[in-house]
């Protein structure tokens, strides 16, 4: 793996340690870098669950047709240097220690510093432009309004995809105010496709829209989906839009989800292709099959069956778990789990426990203080209904080790992106 320790240390030494947005400062920092995010067109993709799976298919339909494309998003599993993407490879820690280099130059000593996400934004920003990229797909980190990502004046599209609870503490403890923050993305006079899920968010997209006088699309009225065959080979689906209509589509990211994940970037796809007259049928159907997006229902192992999926809040677990039991619905399953403090853990375990009836183990992310202690998990485990005695792990290692020992037929590992990016390299 390489070494982005010293980027990082750059980073960190020039930065707070906020995680509440803070638009104004990026936005000066940009501004004196010469404003390096409008270099290029792009796609702004907000949500709580799905936006970066939704980008994922969208960058590689926009590689497959031939332009240079970025994809930047957030968290990283196991490197900073996940974030940014250009056309599907990551660039060098030297890269990134140069921008970061030239980033830090222009905050000025008066003036309240960036929060980290703001400075990694502002690198990924620069690195695109000295790339010479043609489109990036650029994923919100927190919200929308105020994200770091909400400064581009060469938007193509919007893009929002679910919405759900989470991140209260920041957004709001309403879907309401949660899909507020997130819908005062869209711009005047470009298309916003939102999922349309929840269905009774509808309306306030549409008056987000009308107020801004950005173009709204709503994928569960405009598109129609058929012949959907779902395997852990890949999925395959029938999409018609206005603008778009393709038979029997094959994505290899494969669960339920994934399928409205796929339809709602067709449907960005179909509202901006006539601005990239690259993008053809062979490019949206070949983007779509190479698409890859690690940590997302994701197959490490055939045999043994273990299967990473970050689903970290209730909504993303309860699409998680009804994948599981399309895909694998006779299996004895273990169930080894890590969340975050300021989840909601309790919900979640009811979830997994009633929906998929596993053996469960109890674990965290080592080295991380906002990790849940297996102990303090375990106690709530015990709350619900288990295949066997609930055990905790230090190490979340050792307790797939422990699944396979007490003879599961398949391993989940979930509950956190930070588990997968402690655990993806550290099984085999």
Not at 46 to 57: D, L, P, Q
Not at 114 to 119: G, I, N, Q, T
Not at 157 to 168: F, G, L, P, Q
Not at 305 to 321: A, E, F, P, Q, T
Request: charged content about 25%.
């Amino acid at each position: 793996m390489m070494n982005f320790d010293k980027f990082e240390e750059i980073l960190y030494a020039h930065s707070n340690n906020k995680i509440i947005p803070g638009i104004e400062r990026i936005k000066k920092l940009l501004d004196r870098l010469g404003n390096p995010q409008d270099s290029f067109r792009s796609v702004h993709i907000v949500g709580t669950n799905g936006k970066g799976s939704t980008g994922a298919f969208i960058s590689s339909i926009f590689r497959e047709a031939g332009y240079k494309t970025g994809f930047y998003s957030s968290p990283h599993l196991e490197s900073p240097g996940e974030r940014l993407l250009i056309d599907g490879e990551v660039l060098s820690p030297e890269e990134w220690i140069k921008a970061a280099e030239e980033v830090i130059k222009f905050i000025k000593p008066d003036e309240e510093l960036p929060s980290y996400f703001e400075l990694v934004t502002a690198c990924a920003f620069f690195l695109a432009r000295e790339k010479n990229l043609d489109v990036g797909v650029i994923e919100a980190g927190l919200g929308g309004k105020f994200d770091a990502t909400n400064v581009m004046n060469n938007t193509a599209c919007s893009v929002i995809a679910s919405i759900s609870i989470d991140h209260t503490e920041y957004l709001g403890a309403t879907l309401e105010k949660i899909a507020s923050e997130k819908f005062a993305v869209v711009k005047k006079n470009t298309p916003a496709c939102f999922s349309g899920y929840d269905s009774s968010l509808i309306p306030m997209f549409k008056n987000f829209c009308a107020e801004s006088e950005a173009l709204p699309h709503v994928l569960s009225e405009e598109a129609g989906l058929g012949n959907i065959k779902i395997s852990p080979e890949g999925n395959f689906f029938d999409f018609c839009a206005p603008g778009l209509e393709l038979k029997n589509i094959n994505t290899s990211l494969i669960g339920d989800y994934q399928i409205n994940n796929a339809a709602l970037a067709l449907l960005a796809v179909s509202e901006i292709k006539n601005s990239f007259p690259k993008i053809t049928e062979k490019s949206i159907r070949d983007g779509l099959k190479k698409a890859k997006w690690p940590g997302r229902l994701e197959i490490i192992s055939c045999e043994p069956l273990i299967i990473l999926d970050g689903g970290h809040n209730y909504d993303g677990v309860k699409r998680l778990c009804k994948s599981v039991k399309s895909l694998w619905p006779e299996l004895k399953l273990g169930v080894v789990y890590a969340a975050m403090r300021d989840k909601n853990y309790s919900g979640c375990l009811k979830l997994l426990s009633s929906e998929l009836k596993p053996a469960f183990y109890a674990s965290t992310v080592p080295g991380m203080t906002r990790a849940l202690p297996p102990e303090e998990l375990l106690n709530a485990a015990k709350k619900f209904t288990w295949q066997n005695i609930p055990e905790a792990f230090n190490f979340p290692q050792e307790a797939v080790k422990k699944a396979l020992s007490d003879k599961n037929q398949a391993v989940l590992v979930c509950g956190s992106l930070y588990l997968i990016g402690y655990v993806r390299g550290k099984l085999f």
